[in-house]
């Protein structure tokens, strides 16, 4: 017995302790579904709507890119042959459309740091007990929620040549005006969407500050810390999370952007200054007659902002 004993004390020396027995692969329905395949059907429904909303728009863009495609009467066959990156090289060279880039990267620059710190400064001051809480936080989210051409006449109002702003300005008024002011009308348009779209952001941090254990203040407060140091040590590591998904959905938000420079400088003036790269593909592909060159700017369009995300989800996990 001591022998056998002996023995395997041996073996398992040699082999460095006892191995384990090797993981069962698990069967593929089970990495497919889960352990709870039902819940496969229950979200379905909303596969099938990415799908063909998302997904199918996206193929049939990159499909068109590689073509040339043009519009057809229904029903009618056309010849669209495979022309390779022959529609990348003409969007590439030409400058309108580098030009959208640079618009809609002053406007980043500009629009996410600015929805970013708004909101979340906002929520934290929103998240404390204050009088008329309820009516605050209504207030910063209606703009959201109305619809942009009528918010659009109230800029309107306020920003054009003889406008609310300018006449409280007086002589430090800009000239020209600002939406018609090549240099000023991107950075108006920007603050305009961060505006409009803080509500939605601040609701974000609302949800992931009431998570936050109120022991972490507590502890805080008792080593001395002012309300800025726990804002900065505190509140901003907890709400982590929160902030990539703003800056994604900001980032998103802001490289779709479409409804406001269209409404607000006339399609994207003055001479090009406000136009972004949604707006140039409307332009190209309906107004002009080539949707395989707005197909490739898209799909420029959605690598870039996939690469930007990637950065920013890498930069925030690091931190």
């Known amino acids: 017995m001591s022998t056998t004993t002996s023995d395997a004390r041996r073996r398992r020396r040699a082999g ?9 692969r698990s069967p593929w329905r089970l990495r497919l579904g889960g352990h709870q395949p039902i819940g496969m059907l229950f979200v379905s429904p909303y596969l099938i709507y990415l799908a063909a909303i998302f997904v199918y728009p996206l193929g049939f863009a990159v499909w068109m890119s590689f073509h040339d495609y043009y519009f057809a009467a229904p029903g009618v066959q056309v010849d669209r042959p495979f022309v390779g990156l022959e529609n990348y090289t003409t969007v590439l060279t030409d400058p309108d459309v580098w030009r959208s880039f640079l618009n809609i990267a002053v406007f980043l620059v500009i629009n ?26 209504t207030a910063y989210y209606i703009p959201y929620i109305t619809a942009s051409v009528a918010v659009v006449g109230v800029w309107l109002f306020l920003f054009n040549s003889d406008g609310l702003v300018n006449q409280a300005l007086g002589p430090l008024a800009p000239s020209p005006s600002w939406l018609v002011n090549s240099h000023l009308a991107m950075p108006v348009v920007a603050i305009f969407v961060a505006w409009k779209q803080l ?9 992931a500050l ?6 972490l203040y507590e502890a805080a ?6 309300r800025l140091r726990i804002f900065r040590s505190v509140t901003v590591p907890a709400v982590r999370p929160a902030t990539l998904l703003v800056l994604i959905l900001a980032t998103i938000t802001g490289a779709n952007l479409f409804t ?4 607000l400088t006339s399609g994207g003036g003055p001479d090009g200054a406000t136009t972004s790269p949604v707006l140039l593909m409307y332009q190209r592909g309906l107004q002009q007659g080539h949707p395989d060159e707005a197909a490739a700017i898209g799909v420029i369009l959605v690598v870039l902002i996939t690469a930007i995300s990637l950065v920013y989800r890498r930069l925030v996990e690091r931190d």
């Open 16 to 24: 460095g302790g006892t191995a384990k027995p090797p993981t069962p």
């Open 112 to 137: 996410v740091p600015l929805t970013v710190v708004g909101s979340l400064v906002l929520a934290n001051a929103l998240n404390k007990k204050l009088p008329l809480r309820s009516f605050f936080r």
């Open 199 to 207: 509500g939605f952001f601040v609701v974000l941090y609302l949800s």
């Open 210 to 215: 009431q998570n936050v254990p109120n022991e």
């Open 221 to 226: 407060e008792i080593d001395g810390a002012g």
């Open 260 to 263: 406001e420079p269209y409404l």
